[in-house]
């Protein structure tokens, strides 16, 4: 990688990416352990597309090497299974707002076109799981679990869906057989 700035760029979303795949995971026992089963799923897949986010940022940086301090934001906390959706999607929001929308605009400047394509991709994913918690906070807040079908993954970029699994990914162009259903 040439640039400094969007491979620090990297190494932050690598480590936001990775801090979101625990604490989905953590906040997805929560859910069931409340009597959201469906919540829980929904949590536990978006963590593994964050993991899929995180290994793509990674990959990106195959030619970089050593040791390097890495900030990135970070929601912290266990609450009720409402709270812990409505920290979900503000870290969501975020990324999409802010983080990735940046990081996207300074490695198209910087033409480090597999670090934008990363993010592209992340970014993307990110708007799908800021819609899916929205819908399940309400539920949630109605007193109910969130009614859903099969959870979809494409293990290429992280795309999420309710449902069957497209022909494509829309995002990255996989196809089906590089979904995963929860």
Known sequence: MENNMTAANLRSAFGGESMAYQRYKVWGKTARGEGFPNVGRLFEAIADAEK???????????????????????????????????????????????????????????????????????????????KLYTEAKKSVDSGKDYQ?????????CGYTLIGKAPEKCPICGATKDKFTAY
């Open 52 to 130: 899929i986010h995180a290994s793509n940022h990674f990959k990106t940086m195959k030619d970089v090497e050593g040791d390097f301090l890495v900030p990135s934001m970070a929601g912290f906390g266990i609450g009720n299974t409402s709270m812990n959706l409505a920290k979900a999607i503000s870290g969501e929001n975020f990324e999409i707002i802010q983080m990735y929308a940046t990081y996207i605009a300074v490695a198209d400047f910087q033409k480090e076109s597999e670090a934008k394509k990363s993010f592209v991709w992340a970014i993307e994913s990110e708007k799908g799981h800021s």
């Open 148 to 156: 859903i079908d099969k959870i979809q993954i494409c293990s290429v």
